[in-house]
């Protein structure tokens, strides 16, 4: 019976038909429409497609609040979903069983299963893109709590009273920690004459293009010390935080994914070191978790979702 998954992001959805390896054989890829209607249509449309006639079950991840029993969306940040039956309204239209997940999960099981965290029993995964998705898996469950939307991990509050959130509250990790933060900081240093390393940021945000991630990224391999501090600040922060998760969660493993983790070694080493220093009993004989790049990249969501639907359906865990 096919896996097929479906990974639905703010600009594109991506599908695929996912053998029992982790292995895309097949993968398709549409622009997201605005429309919510629209969407669903699309999603469905890729289903079929993919299914081609053939006995199948579907996962379908999407950012956002999920259920406990993986149907409906409570909501989502960048799509108006707002309670929304999406597993139903997927079914009456394909015909096949399906799974809905939230996206940083989906991503966060492929790892486990098949990337970066293969092998391991415990593990966090952090996904540094436009926010800060989260993913977590203890003694090999990926853990849903008990309404189904754990794992929130870039909606915890790190600075009281500080930036405003996209999920109504104030300071959480995501407007510290995520792709759109190092635009922020970047921005503020480029601003910052007193600081004195922020001219090749100054320079490029006169540019048409601005100061884009891609711009940024650039500017840190080339050392540029104003795109390094602002990539220094986002690490912290997420470094910082993943001491308060690991007291709670004690993993083997934290897995940083999304577009910032392709700066690597770059944005691991002052992670690590305000892990460290965030760590309660760091300065003992205590294990410390180790942190490494997400090997799965675009294709995670897909995968993993599609392994969460044959799991579901077809017998494990």
Not at 15 to 35: L, N, Q, W
Not at 193 to 203: K, P, R, Y
């Given at each position: ?79 108006a979903w707002r309670d929304e039956p999406l597993r139903d309204r997927l079914e009456a239209l394909t015909g096949i069983p399906v799974l809905i997940e939230n996206d940083a999960n989906a991503a966060g099981w492929a790892e486990y299963r098949y990337g970066a965290g293969e092998n391991l029993s415990d593990v966090v995964m952090l996904t540094l893109g436009t926010g800060v998705g989260g993913a977590v898996v203890v003694d090999g469950t990926l853990l849903r709590g008990g309404q189904g939307s754990a794992a929130e991990l870039g909606h915890m ?161």
């Amino acid at each position: 019976m096919l896996a097929v998954g479906i990974d639905i992001g703010g600009t594109k959805i991506a599908g695929g038909i996912v053998d029992e390896s982790g292995t895309m054989v097949r993968s398709i890829r549409v622009p997201t429409p605005v429309d919510i209607a629209e969407i669903e249509s699309a999603v469905a449309a890729m289903v079929t497609d993919l299914a081609a006639g053939e006995q199948a079950v579907a996962g379908v991840a999407a950012a956002g609040f999920i259920d406990r029993d993986r149907s409906k969306v409570y909501f989502a940040p960048n799509i108006a979903w707002r309670d929304e039956p999406l597993r139903d309204r997927l079914e009456a239209l394909t015909g096949i069983p399906v799974l809905i997940e939230n996206d940083a999960n989906a991503a966060g099981w492929a790892e486990y299963r098949y990337g970066a965290g293969e092998n391991l029993s415990d593990v966090v995964m952090l996904t540094l893109g436009t926010g800060v998705g989260g993913a977590v898996v203890v003694d090999g469950t990926l853990l849903r709590g008990g309404q189904g939307s754990a794992a929130e991990l870039g909606h915890m509050r790190v600075i009281p009273d500080g930036r405003t959130c996209g999920c109504g509250q104030r300071g959480c990790l995501e407007v510290y920690g995520s792709g759109r933060a190092l635009q922020l900081e970047a921005r503020e240093i480029a601003q910052d004459a007193e600081f004195g390393i922020g001219q090749a940021l100054a320079d490029a945000a006169r540019r048409p293009e601005g100061l884009t991630g891609a711009v940024i990224s650039q500017l840190v391999q080339a050392d540029d010390p104003g795109a390094r501090e602002a990539l220094r600040r986002i690490a912290v922060a997420v470094g910082t935080a993943c001491g308060s998760f690991a007291a709670i969660l004690d993993p083997q493993r934290f897995v940083i994914g999304g577009g910032v983790s392709q700066l690597g070694e770059v944005l691991l080493a002052p992670m690590r070191d305000a892990f460290a220093a965030a760590l309660p009993a760091s300065g003992s004989s205590r294990p410390m978790a180790d942190f490494a790049v997400a090997r799965l990249t675009n294709d995670a969501g897909v995968i993993g979702v599609a392994d969460l639907a044959r799991r579901r359906y077809l017998g494990g865990n």
